[in-house]
């Protein structure tokens, strides 16, 4: 089977929206975050060892990587041109992965699946102004397609070119973005639970060697392991869980709707009350500050109630969710702690949950539920028109600035 004609217009079209972000100098995440991103780091690509100054608090890769084009094109429009020509290939390398992991599923239900990632402002403001995103999301990708490539083949007892490829590309993808670091540690966890003792620890070695620059830079900068961390963690937990339960709620209200397939036990409603009351107990110490991101749900908490009563209701759905995920399979459980609890900062965007957490979902987790969605086109439209709304409304945000005005 092949992916039809109207899949391939879709693309094509979505695909050209993106140029038409760049030539209008577009941010469609809102607010001007990226524009000033890019503005505030370009001394960066136009001389990398600026790193050793307070330009940034990230690794380096994605600026030594713009360095070279920008020294081959010498332009920096044409530089923002490419990163949008090299952004266009990331759908389909998710599509790629989604194939690998539902065999079964009609290709050119994932493949339209697969064209959400064009309606993520974040993709679409990082792709238009080079930022870390599209060069760490590019990398987590391919590490993910050997990833599933590697769980496929089931050779545990030696140590493979998929293995050797699947930590070559995390390595790329935290001297990107440091953030992910917390999926290279549930690789990790992986890697133990299936290979033999022997290959483990050739595993273990070969990270370590990927490690060593990464290791001596810190030496020289250790200002990177601060970045905005902090032990706020009743801050983080609930901005973290609202942020997540924006991806999930639709995704789960579309298969309960349609297909009742989610089912609560009296120890759902015990959980429920034992959420519920640690959201109010973090709550009584909250004082993140929602001007400086925190997600969708706590600038609209805001504008519509003028308090955080409905952000706090999506902390206890997202916390909610998770438990459901978790419920399924103990991997599940490992990797949401390891997503909630890993990033903890006095300023938590939306982007650094987007698409990483919608990729991670359909391509990570253990849960019958991805099939049952995937399955139908129905649910899959409704999904990506959710999306279409919400990059519509940070469209508008970014010329009326709602957020702003709280």
Known sequence: MRVNILNKFLYLVLGISLFIDLYFNIDAAGSGGFIKDFETTWPLVENPLAFSTNLDIKFPLHYYIAAIIYKIVNDKEILRLIYCILALPIPYLFFICL?????????????LFSLIIFLLPSFRSA??????????????????????????????NKFNKELFFIIFFMSL??????LY??????????????????NFIKTLLVVTIFALPGIIFVLFWPKILKATFEFKFYNSLLVNSSIISFYLIPFFTIIFYFKKKI???DKDKLAI?????????????????????????????????GNFYFFYLTSIIG?????????????NLILN???????????????????????????????KLTNIFLENKKYILYYNFYFLVYLCSAIANNYFLFSKNI
């Open 127 to 156: 792709a238009v102004w080079p930022n870390t995103q599209i060069t760490g999301i590019f990398f987590f990708i391919i590490s993910l397609f050997f990833f599933l490539k590697w769980e496929n083949k089931s050779q545990f």
């Open 173 to 178: 993808t935290v001297y990107t973005r440091q």
């Open 319 to 331: 916390f909610f969710l998770l438990y459901l995920l978790s419920k399924e399979n103990i991997l």
């Open 99 to 111: 194939k690998i992991k539902f065999k079964k599923i009609n290709i050119n239900n994932l493949f």
């Open 337 to 367: 702690l390891i997503i909630i609890t890993a990033i903890s900062a006095y300023i938590i965007f939306m982007k650094y949950f987007e698409p990483m957490f919608i990729i991670i979902l359909f391509l990570l987790f253990k849960t």
């Open 263 to 265: 089912k609560l036990i």
């Open 273 to 305: 009350f034992l959420i519920t009351i640690f959201v109010i107990i973090c709550s009584y110490f909250f004082d993140y500050n929602y001007l400086m991101g925190g997600g969708y749900f706590i600038k609209l908490s805001k504008i519509l109630l």
């Open 181 to 198: 670091a917390m999926i290279f540690l549930y690789f990790i966890i992986i890697f133990y639970l299936n290979l033999d003792k022997k």
